[in-house]
């Protein structure tokens, strides 16, 4: 799957998610931006993913970028991407949506919606 997404934002996304259903809270973390990090830490990383997949029965065992935009009405200057990654496992589907930011020449995620809207 990894091969077939163009963008840097949704290659990032993907990243993330991968990270995250892995259980490398650790990895994900290092994506985020400065603001990001100093709210979250590995532990509140895997907090609110347990948090959002706790009525399913097992592991994410599918993941794939659903949607991506370069353009929407709450984009700020820095802003280079939005992506959409679904993640499914036995009892549940969910979801991850990020925007990304170009910071100190480097794309972080600044922003994480945490399940399906």
Known sequence: MKGSIKSKHGKLAF?????I???NFS??????SEEQQNELNPE????AF????????????HIELM?????WPSKEAKDVG???????????????S????????????REIEWGRP
């Open 27 to 32: 990895e994900a973390y290092r994506l985020l």
């Open 82 to 96: 939005w992506a959409y990654v679904a993640m499914v496992g036995d009892g549940f589907s969910e979801a991850v």
């Open 15 to 19: 990243q993330f998610a991968s990270a």
């Open 67 to 71: 949607k991506e935009m370069t353009e």
């Open 98 to 109: 990020v925007v990304v930011s170009e910071e100190n020449k480097k794309y972080k995620i």
């Open 50 to 61: 347990e948090k959002m997949i706790e009525y399913g029965k097992g592991p994410v065992h």
């Open 44 to 47: 509140r990383l895997e907090k």
């Open 21 to 23: 259903t892995n259980g």
